[in-house]
Each structure stands twice: as C-alpha cells, then as structure tokens.
C-alpha cells in the first residue's frame, strides 16, 4: 500500500490526477488541452499527477485516491512501464504548458 503522504488533498489548477489503466479514462491530453484553454492567462504554478507502480494501483489505493479529488486519467492503451508513464505524462504536460 502507497503512504498516505502521496495522497496530498490539494486545489491544484494541473491536476491532481491520477493515471489508470483502460479506456473508460478521459486521456491526459484531452484534459490537459481543456484545462490549458480554459488557463491560457497563465500555466498552472504545481501539476500532480500520480503515476502507479508495476502492477498498478491496488483497489484500495484508487478508491483513496478519487475521494480526495483526483480526476481518473489515461495515457491510453497500451500498459507502460511506471517510468515511461512518468516521462509520457511529463511530455503531454510540457506540450501544453511549457512556456
């Protein structure tokens, strides 16, 4: 089980989100275009996004999660390696907020 400590409750214009598996998840990229739109003024000052370990999220760790808020995401089909989701949520951000 995940430390309580990454389940920070926080309002945070990039996120929180959190990355799952599957396709019924909004992809990071759709969100995250939403979001930029919606923020063009000025790119969020903290992004959160919580990416799993191996194996992903155990059903408890999720369940804590989305009830402190955290808005399910996808990075699409394919299972990556915790450290390529990392770098893919990372490339997806910077696309629409690197300035």
Sequence with gaps: MT???FFIQ????GGPWLCLE??????LSKVARLRSARDSEM??????????PEGGWTEAEEDKALRRGYEPVSLGTNILRAET??????????HFWDS
């Design 3 to 5: 430390s309580n400590h």
């Design 10 to 13: 926080k309002s945070l214009a």
């Design 22 to 27: 599957g396709r019924e998840h909004h992809h």
């Design 43 to 52: 790119p969020p000052s903290d992004i959160l996004i919580l990416v799993g």
């Design 85 to 94: 989701a990392s770098l893919a949520a990372m490339a997806i951000i910077s």
